[in-house]
């Protein structure tokens, strides 16, 4: 009898072949997506979840999974999964790591280069002012990237990949992470060791690549801010509880720092209203897997997960 497997979300169906040629799949039908309720309904017959990365899996739906054995989440992101008790409970966990690496990386050099030059800012001001926009030479000063300094929170995958872009655009690099790097690794990166003080303090722009955890929650608050120049930008490509939002926005009210480029909110999928009039602040709606190949790509990555954990014929992402 073939494993049945549950995706609680609408995706491109090319990347789910492969699984769909092995197991029973189930896919929502039309354009919504299953809601919890209808999961948790529908759970005890499958072997299998694939949750989106906003898609809770609390207790109470991984009791109701009696046949479940693996969570393989569309997201390289857990902190929707109550992964300590899944884990108690005999399930394994997986996500997808890979295919949003340089997505990830490449949203977050977008980001930089935005608010440096403020791109954003003047195409919006063309947009509304027309000609009565000011342009003379010294009207749109923007900031250097080249010769700058980058602080990077979180040396992962993601953090790695940001920093090669960074040296290529001719950015010094220091980075913090709990566990530094060995010393050829922080070589062939071009990339410095710093504890976190040090970097708030040296950079001219921060970038926060690290996963959301308790011991990340509000890792740029109000005593943070402080400590950067106030020329500094923040960026946040990875969760947005890793600041704190509204400390965030008294920090540029009052000049704390210089700007922000934000694809993550503290408080869901939008922003802080005031954050809608600053323009020194970039805002973009959690877009840094939204290409069509990554999208492709990680749908793959979860097939593989699922693949791998029932076959044993390829690696698994294990979270841990």
């Given at each position: 009898?073939?494993?049945?497997?549950?995706?609680?979300?609408?995706?491109?169906?090319?990347?789910?072949?492969?699984?769909e040629?092995?197991?029973?799949?189930?896919?929502?039908?039309?354009?919504?997506?299953?809601?919890?309720?209808?999961?948790?309904?529908?759970?005890?017959?499958?072997?299998?979840?694939?949750?989106m990365?906003?898609?809770?899996?609390?207790?109470?739906?991984?009791?109701?999974?009696?046949?479940?054995?693996?969570?393989?989440?569309?997201?390289?992101?857990?902190?929707?999964?109550?992964?300590?008790?899944?884990?108690?409970?005999?399930?394994?966990?997986?996500?997808?790591?890979?295919?949003?690496?340089?997505?990830?990386?490449?949203?977050?050099?977008?980001?930089?280069?935005?608010?440096?030059?403020?791109?954003?800012?003047?195409?919006?001001?063309?947009?509304?002012?027309?000609?009565?926009?000011?342009?003379?030479?010294?009207?749109?000063?923007?900031?250097?990237?080249?010769?700058?300094?980058?602080?990077?929170?979180?040396?992962?995958?993601?953090?790695?990949?940001?920093?090669?872009?960074?040296?290529?655009?001719?950015?010094?690099?220091?980075?913090?992470?709990?566990?530094?790097?060995?010393?050829?690794?922080?070589?062939?990166?071009?990339?410095?060791?710093?504890?976190?003080?040090?970097?708030?303090?040296?950079?001219?722009?921060?970038?926060?690549?690290?996963?959301?955890?308790?011991?990340?929650?509000h890792?740029?608050?109000?005593?943070?801010?402080?400590?950067?120049?106030?020329?500094?930008?923040?960026?946040?490509?990875?969760?947005?509880?890793?600041?704190d939002?509204?400390?965030?926005?008294?920090?540029?009210?009052?000049?704390?720092?210089?700007?922000?480029?934000?694809?993550?909110?503290?408080?869901?999928?939008?922003?802080?209203?005031?954050?809608?009039?600053?323009?020194?602040?970039?805002?973009?709606?959690?877009?840094?897997?939204?290409?069509?190949?990554?999208?492709?790509?990680m749908?793959?990555?979860?097939?593989?997960?699922?693949?791998?954990?029932?076959?044993?014929d390829?690696?698994?992402?294990?979270?841990?």
């Open positions: 009898m073939k494993k049945k497997v549950l995706v609680t979300y609408n995706m491109f169906r090319e990347g789910f072949s492969e699984l040629s092995k197991y029973e799949v189930t896919f929502p039908d039309g354009d919504a997506d299953f809601t919890y309720d209808e999961v948790s309904e529908m759970i005890p017959e499958y072997d299998a979840l694939c949750p990365f906003n898609f809770p899996v609390n207790k109470e739906l991984i009791d109701k999974g009696i046949k479940l054995h693996i969570v393989a989440n569309y997201a390289v992101g857990y902190n929707n999964i109550d992964v300590d008790y899944a884990l108690e409970k005999g399930l394994t966990v997986a996500n997808t790591p890979g295919p949003t690496t340089d997505p990830t990386a490449n949203i977050a050099l977008a980001l930089i280069l935005d608010t440096a030059r403020r791109v954003t800012e003047c195409d919006r001001k063309l947009r509304t002012l027309g000609v009565n926009m000011k342009a003379g030479v010294l009207e749109n000063l923007g900031m250097r990237v080249t010769g700058a300094t980058l602080g990077i929170i979180g040396m992962g995958r993601i953090g790695k990949a940001l920093c090669k872009r960074a040296r290529a655009c001719g950015m010094d690099v220091i980075y913090y992470k709990r566990h530094r790097l060995d010393l050829n690794e922080e070589t062939r990166l071009g990339a410095i060791y710093a504890d976190m003080d040090d970097l708030l303090v040296q950079s001219d722009f921060v970038s926060l690549n690290a996963p959301y955890t308790t011991d990340t929650h890792i740029i608050g109000e005593k943070e801010l402080k400590k950067m120049k106030s020329s500094a930008i923040l960026i946040n490509t990875s969760r947005g509880p890793l600041i939002e509204k400390a965030l926005v008294e920090a540029l009210k009052t000049g704390e720092i210089h700007g922000a480029g934000l694809d993550m909110f503290e408080f869901g999928d939008h922003p802080l209203p005031e954050l809608l009039t600053m323009d020194n602040v970039v805002l973009t709606p959690h877009i840094g897997t939204q290409t069509t190949y990554s999208r492709v790509e749908a793959k990555a979860v097939s593989n997960n699922v693949i791998g954990f029932f076959e044993n390829r690696p698994v992402s294990r979270v841990f």
